[in-house]
């Protein structure tokens, strides 16, 4: 349509009152291949369309959903096996994110105690260097005659009772 002919047709459907933009394609001549004018399909051209001025949406009654009605779940197994697919899923990518970390805090632990390890070896072969069996086995023979005389007091203490 041309811009005469489209004001006479707003004119003439005058009744409608809203105008809605619709989008056609026009043809545009580009260019001249063998003397004839090519035709390209021009796409930013709008024509008016006439738009009915009631709302369809006055209409419409909006009603509150029914308590009574209980809505039935479908697929429910379905829904549960997606869950563990995702949560797997979802574990696995963190593995493989974290796969360096954990291991450099494993290490870390495990370094830890080995350290602990090692300090209790040593301390276990510094009480061996300083262990001296003879100075041990006169201790323990000094205990027992201790432990004897008292024994012997004892008894001498019951006689006169």
Request: a positive charge; glycine letters at 2%; charged letters at 40%.
């Amino acid at each position: 349509m041309k811009g005469g002919e489209l004001q006479s047709f707003l004119k003439s459907n005058s009744t409608c009152g809203l105008i809605a933009l619709k989008h056609l394609p026009q043809t545009a001549p580009i260019g001249r291949v063998n003397s004839r004018i090519l035709d390209f399909p021009f796409p930013f051209s709008y024509i008016p369309v006439p738009v009915d001025k009631r709302d369809p949406l006055l209409d419409v009654q909006i009603n509150e959903p029914h308590q009574d009605k209980v809505v039935e779940k479908q697929a429910a197994r379905l829904i549960v096996i997606r869950r563990r697919k995702m949560k797997k899923h979802k574990l696995r990518k963190l593995r493989k994110k974290m796969k360096f970390e954990w291991a450099k805090v494993r290490q870390r632990r495990e370094l830890r105690k080995e350290k602990l390890f090692q300090a209790k070896l040593v301390a276990q072969m510094k009480e061996a260097d300083e262990f001296d069996a003879a100075e041990y086995v006169s201790e323990k023979l000094r205990k027992i005659e201790e432990f004897s005389q008292l024994e012997e007091k004892k008894r001498k203490f019951e006689k006169k009772l």
